[in-house]
């Protein structure tokens, strides 16, 4: 059994204008001790995948019309916010684009990482030797991130510190615990190429050494071919395709990947292509059938009228387009 | 040199803060030849804003000079020439927030025609609708709308048009894609190849990418501290790079193929984080995470050198005093006897 499946969720945002469809059909799964990529662009339900995933969506305005989240087999969804709570504490974690907004301005860093470690142990004594045992833990936890002078930083507030060290803080607040699954959505979007090659080298050790499965969310070819086994790419809603990483990346075969691929700049400096025509499209009357028929340049009637199902592509790489039907 | 439309000479811009000096550009020497695409790359905090504003003219250098096609342009922007704010335009990294999102697009794009006095009331829609037209966006479908209707890319696209109203013949183009997609950046790339080969145009490119420098800058240049690293032509830069923070870059560029991954130096493993530039200590800004400092990069700050005719760089080990950077080598050499 998977560590986590989704299968056939459609969530949408209930606003002024209408209803958005935005989640149309997503399916996947991420097995044990497993490194999964999900690619796409602004604007394609990657967030909003995530916030399904730890029920923090807010809803309303959001609406899960139907689907299901099954983590372990269980259906996500269905949880009592007692048990949801229960899973955020020991199960699953996530880390965000944005530490300054992951991390409470207010409270030095090692206040909330004391917090959050007493939070997931089901009795905390409240002797000084359980605390002082706490702080060792939350010192060795910033020091396995590569953070200089931990114990200088755990008295600091989040705006003393850069970018790169705040999201090292809050990668050693989600693996100070053992949890089996880390959400890491756009982990290293903001920070320069230098501190996101240390911060994502640290992230595959720390992953490495716990046993953790992880989704990484980014929009960056190179970060998933440097760290991820398997690759989902997502377009307007559902994946388009799947497969081994590098087969991905080598030959892809959806229209939208295809596009993708050609669009990234290469160091080989042989030009960069047109992109892609048109723009995702707007999620209050998108599309019928499958989502990217406008702007595929090898649309057939049939793209029109039903979404694409998976179609197996070889070497467990599977494309939802038409063009691979036989 | 004389035939540079840009030249910029021992560049500095210091800021005085409560806590200390904020040194964002410290000596930066260029110059860029007409129908060039200079690429101007480094990391957040490494000045390289701070100097396309000092080009401008949002701020006056607070040591240097600025010189655009033979003239000084040293004053602050609303004391220029105002042929010479025409000629001399930006386009800025956040088209969401350069664009008065109050204004329809023909008023963004109508004043600077009215500043610069260009065409007469029915000229000046014709003229804005070639702009749009120029950029690829259809002008009866985007006269009328505001920014925030449309996409990311499409303002990008308008702060661009407004940008070239004026024909100007320089554009810096500061971050103009580091906020959008691939898809849509590979749309604006193209957009801006092809504009500058039909409009004569020479760009200052700003961005931490060098993958995109790769493909369309004619020469690049790394920026760390407040100063220049290494200047070099885009081919011999991506193939030898000689300053060991140009090497930690390179090989810290996530990339898709493997034919890419062979480009790269081997891996230097990337360590710490830039330094502030507030009070920045003696010798060389990078020595702190150089994986090759020796003790002399701690006390005297390298001169720039030359490798071979157009490329520079500036790192100790790079002294060659058979070179051309003869004298300063033998002053360094002297300098350094003197501090053991």
Known sequence: MALLEVVDLHVGYRVFEGYLKVL????????????????????????????TILRVLPVPPARIQRGQVLYHGKDILLMSPREVRGLRRREMTAIFQDPLQALNPMFTIGTQLRDILKDSQERVGRGQRTQRAITARCISALRDTGMPDPERIMSNYPIQLSGGM?????????????VRLLLADEPTTNLDVTIQDQILRKLDQL?????????????????????TQRLYIMYAGSMVETGRTKGVLASPLHPYTQGLMRSVPRLTGQGISDG????????????????????????????????PPFYPAGDNHRVACYLYRS | MPGDILSVDNLRKHFPTKEGVVRAVDGVSFSIAPGETFGLVGESGSGKTTTAQCIIGMYPPTSGDIWFKGERINAAFDRRPKHVKGDLRIVFQDPGSSLNPKRTIKQI???PLQVHRIGSRRGRLARMKA????????????????PQAIGGGERQMVALARALATNPSLVLLDEPTSALDVSVQAKIINLL?????????????ITHDLSLMRNIATRVAIMYLGKLCEIAPTAE???????????????????????????????VLSTGEIPSPVNVPPGCGFQSRCPEAADVCRRVDPEMVEVSRSHQVRCHRERRPDRAGHAEASVLHEREERLC
């Open chain 1, 24 to 51: 149309n059909g997503v399916n996947f799964e991420i097995e044990e001790q497993e490194r999964v990529g999900l690619v796409g662009e602004t604007g394609c339900g990657k967030t909003t995948l995530v916030k």
């Open chain 1, 166 to 178: 705040r999201q090292r803080v809050c990668i050693a607040e989600a693996l100070s615990r053992n």
């Open chain 1, 207 to 227: 992953v490495d050494q716990r046993g953790a499965s992880v989704l990484i969310i980014t929009h960056s070819m190179g970060v998933v071919r440097d760290l």
């Open chain 1, 276 to 307: 892609i025509p048109g723009r995702i499209p707007n999620y209050l009357q998108p599309p019928s059938g499958c989502r990217f028929h406008p702007r595929c340049a090898h649309a057939m009637p049939v793209c029109v009228e039903a979404p």
């Open chain 2, 109 to 111: 794009l109508s004043v």
């Open chain 2, 131 to 146: 702009l749009l037209d120029m950029v690829e966006l259809p002008a009866d479908e985007y006269l009328y709308k505001h």
């Open chain 2, 193 to 205: 190849i092809r504009l500058q080969k039909e409009l004569d145009l020479t760009y200052l490119f």
């Open chain 2, 237 to 267: 830069f991506f193939e030898s790079p000689v300053h060991p923070y140009t090497r930690m870059l390179l090989s810290s560029i996530p990339v898709v193929s493997d034919e890419e991954e062979a480009l790269k130096p081997r891996k």
